[in-house]
């Protein structure tokens, strides 16, 4: 029978929720048991798939071709398993659904109401991961804060969950703040005992307080806390600051939070392997080189809009021992007559990752240009890929008034455009090619060596493609189509093999990265950065 564990939010937003739930996750996966990951977002839009990236950060893609919010990315990062379409569910998913049952007639007779039927098709949602994941224990992140208008009736489920299941089956973790006032120079309670009682006042009792701090908090304020929030002290732990967000799991496990959440649903204490996680942190504190990429893009701003590439990276890194220094340059920015020989005069390598919409795309060729000609290693991916073609296009095979349909729909050389059956395409939710898609390789190729082997299959988010009419052309002038997803007759991936390491992909395969298991092309991607001396 499946457990469930909880992640709620108090006091602020921002206090690192998604990492409490990945670490305990983490941990319990440690201890021999099968775990699960799901996201309740209390917003009305079905999925971020619409989002813009300054607002809401990077889209992630599941291999089912669901896009979900960012934190399904350090779930995926954290616990090595492969999420799915029940792992991100908003209230705009709840409440389509719920209203077109209304409109089918399942209902026929009842006033549709908040509660039960909003209440019901959320907790469906909750059991339906426990069932078609098989998981021991599935951990559910409420987005948000406790208190928000929006996230009440998710709370308010989970309420009735904690009433049918009771504590040996459910387990429910407050994630809040202790601050520190300086003059007083005291960490404070006051804020975290409120966030509590705003939760008792809607029936829920939390078993766990994970308070986030800059200290480690004395045992008179657990005692506090214990005392005001019904909460044993033992089961109050500190989530100290951390320099690295993969230190938190160990730090909680020192403080036996996954102990005492097994014991509370009679699940027998296995040692905890760690091993993997262990070594890994040992690298990441014992790095010995560095080196700048430089990433080209129109989100930069923030950093979040591309946090899988910015990880993919990082893993990469490790894989050598080297602290990739990621150089975030706008691309509108080079639009302008910047130096470029200044902006990337310490840069190693180039990546160009994803994007929508023709703003800052001439920045990006110009950075791709500058990569090519100047023999800098470099990553295209999808975006990236789709302005690479149109950048060879261009300046080797001089083929004029060549673009992407989705920047200039009456260009003479439409080189990137829309697939037939998305000419008919009239919503813009949810229907880009997404997810998983097979990808033939071609042995000898730089992607084969990457992977080594010739069949590979990886998430997809994008609407245009690599227009086939032009592929002689370009072969000609020397770029190589070295993956290809015959099902479709589809461009995945080119690369110049007379260039150092010029590679780029339809795909995404920074969705696909793993601390512990960082992906062969950003591996061979670092490696030829590092050694671009
Ligand atoms: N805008 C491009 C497309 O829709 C690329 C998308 C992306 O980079 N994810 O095809």
Redesign the pocket.
Known sequence: MTKYVFVTGGVVSGLGKGITASSLALLLKARGYKVFMQKFDPYFNIDPGTMNPIQHGEVFVTYDGCETDLDLGHYERFIDEELNYTSNITSGKIYSSVIEKERHGDYLGATVQLVPHITNEIKNKVYEAGLTSKADIVITEIGGTVGDIESQAFIETLRQIQYEKGSTETAFVHTTLIPYIIGSNELKTKPTQNSVKDLQNMGIRPNFLVCRTPFSTSDSIKEKLSLFCSIPKENIVDAIDAKNIYDIPINMHKQGIDELILKQFNLPVNKANLKDWENLLYVMDNLKEEVEIALVGKYVELHDAYLSVAEALKHAGYKYQTKVNIKWVNSEDLENNLDFKEVFKNTKGIIV?????NRGTLGMIKAINYARVNNIPFLG????M?LSVIEFARNVCKLEDCN?T?FDPLCKNPI?DLMSDQKTVINMGGT?RLGNYNCKLTKGTLAYNDYKTDLIQERH?????FNNKYMDLLKEKGMVFSGINEESNLVEIIEIPKHKHFIACQF?PEFKSRPTRPHPLFVSFVKASIDNK
């Open positions: 990752p994803g994007g929508f919409g991916i999808c975006l990236g789709q992407s989705e990137i880009l988010r994008h609407r245009y493609e995404h």
